[in-house]
């Protein structure tokens, strides 16, 4: 279930969205508010919780304003399970391609993989002990304590005489000898031979059209033969370091309760699962258009979206999970459609709509400077791999911004990515040259100058600028 300590206040999400979103101010308080509800949801009276919905979130912006930025980092903060999906990649029912219900499937199974990994961490001791085991046991196989023969001493008395250990005690000394020299590393490169398991379950070719299996149904049958099947090893010959990797998941899994994790997955996704809707505006059926052509087929989708957005039950591998209290995100540039165009159902289910606002040119600087991620970092981040300072002025930032602005009114309005190619143009050559040219402890200042020189001509030249994504 969530964890009321985890969770912040709006003004904080607010204020953790600030570091790696600029600007788009209203979106960050509504998608803050959202958040904050789930907590308060759980925590209102019992009688009241299944009745209280989340507030669904339409966010209207061009390509690269941060929609999907908000989105995304929203549910880091919260640890929530999220999915990304894009509305033009479905069909409605009938047709060849990705039913809409695959978008919760895809919720779900985003929700295991979470809750593995935090019971990966839980069980991480005990699983790196089974590990060390096992490698003991491809060293120095154990001897059982049940009165073997007498080995040579390997200590002496105070007369100095020998003191004998049976097998058994001899055997586990140099076991606990060799523990040690496993977890200093110190046998990391010797090589050992262990059995690793493999997963048999055989494909299952699956015929589509009435009476065709869906996938949860799909999934759930190679769940079942997988399951049926006893598992197979094979013997592999690889150094203490490789086998530690290899060994891992296998012991942990033997320590984690598989229905335990799928019950909180469920739990999880139903209570703080986010689907992020992207390109909601292309199933949109076009102002004006009649009711045949490729737009029966939008709102076909349209339709199909519905019953999820409402709250139904979606069949699973791991069981059945509601969506009534999923919160829905969708965006779109609506550059063709309107808002407006979608089916009145599916507008009421949306019932937050929130308009981000075009990047400018002062956007683009902070974009370039502030951020935790910012582009410059990044780059510092990997020429610092090769012991290289890139360090940028201001003057270079501001220029940067203007021709990313630029570029954008001239060609077309891609907004932050934008910034993505012009940082690439200018870099590309500095990259190259590390380290063959520019070596290490080498320190490179960006200004405005080396900008224009290597970025002349890419908004006045539309040849060029074509080019520039």
């Known amino acids: 279930m969530l964890d009321a300590a985890s969770f912040l206040t709006p003004a904080q999400i607010v204020a953790e969205l600030d570091k790696y979103i600029i600007g788009q101010h209203e979106a960050k308080r509504h998608v803050a508010i959202a958040l904050r509800n789930r907590w308060r949801r759980l925590h209102a009276p019992a009688d009241m919780q299944q009745e209280i919905v989340p507030n669904n979130i339409l966010m209207i912006g061009s390509t690269g304003v941060g929609k999907t930025e908000i989105a995304r980092r929203l549910a880091s903060i919260s640890g929530a399970p999220f999915t990304k ?54 060293l120095i196989p154990p001897v059982t304590a049940s009165g073997g023969g007498v080995k040579p001493a390997v200590g002496f008395g105070t007369d100095g005489s020998a003191m004998p250990d049976s097998d058994y005690e001899l055997n586990e000394r140099t076991r606990e000898k060799f523990r040690l020299k496993i977890r200093s590393g110190e046998l990391d490169e010797r090589k050992i031979d262990i059995k690793v398991q493999q997963n048999n379950a055989p494909g299952i070719g699956v015929v589509g059209g009435p009476g065709g299996m869906d996938e949860a149904s799909m999934a759930g049958l190679q769940d079942m033969l997988s399951g049926m099947l006893p598992k197979k090893t094979r013997k592999r010959n690889v150094t203490i370091a490789e086998a530690r990797k290899l060994l ?40 004006g258009k009649g009711g045949s052509g490729p737009d029966v087929s939008r709102e076909g989708v349209q339709r199909d979206l519905l019953p999820i957005v409402e709250g139904s039950a979606v069949s699973t591998k791991y069981g059945i999970i509601n969506t009534d209290h999923i919160l829905f995100i969708a965006a779109g540039a609506f550059h063709v459609a309107k808002p407006s165009d979608l089916i009145p159902e599916l507008q009421g289910r949306f019932p937050i ?102 970025l002349r001509g890419m908004v006045n030249n539309r040849d060029l600028s074509q080019y520039i994504l």
């Not at 069980?123 to 046991?137: G, M, N, S, Y």
């Not at 012991?251 to 689907?275: P, S």
């Not at 954008?408 to 143009?425: D, F």
């Open 353 to 454: 709509r929130v308009e981000l606002q075009s990047l400018t040119k002062d956007d683009f600087y902070l974009i370039l400077k502030d951020p935790k991620n910012a582009l410059t970092k990044q780059y510092q981040a990997l020429l610092q791999a090769e012991d290289v300072e890139l360090t940028f002025d201001d003057a270079a930032l501001e220029r940067l911004a203007e021709i990313a602005f630029e570029v954008n009114a001239e060609v077309e309005n891609i907004g932050a990515r934008r910034l993505n190619t012009v940082m690439s143009r200018l870099l590309n050559d500095i990259l190259f040259d590390v380290p063959d040219r520019i070596g290490a402890n080498a320190h490179i200042l960006i200004t405005r100058e080396l900008v224009e020189e290597r």
């Open 248 to 287: 891992f998941d296998e012991e942990a899994a033997k320590l984690i309760d598989m229905d335990e994790v799928k019950d909180e997955a469920i739990r999880q996704a139903e209570n703080a699962g986010i689907i992020f809707i992207d390109e909601i505006d292309k199933v949109a059926s076009r102002s």
């Open 85 to 138: 999906v894009e509305a033009s990649k479905f069909t409605e029912v009938g047709y060849v391609g990705r039913d809409v219900e695959s978008m919760v499937r895809d919720l779900v199974e985003q929700s295991v993989n979470m809750v593995k990994q935090r019971r990966k961490e839980d069980v991480k001791i005990r699983a790196a002990q089974a590990v060390e085991d096992v490698i003991l046991d491809a």
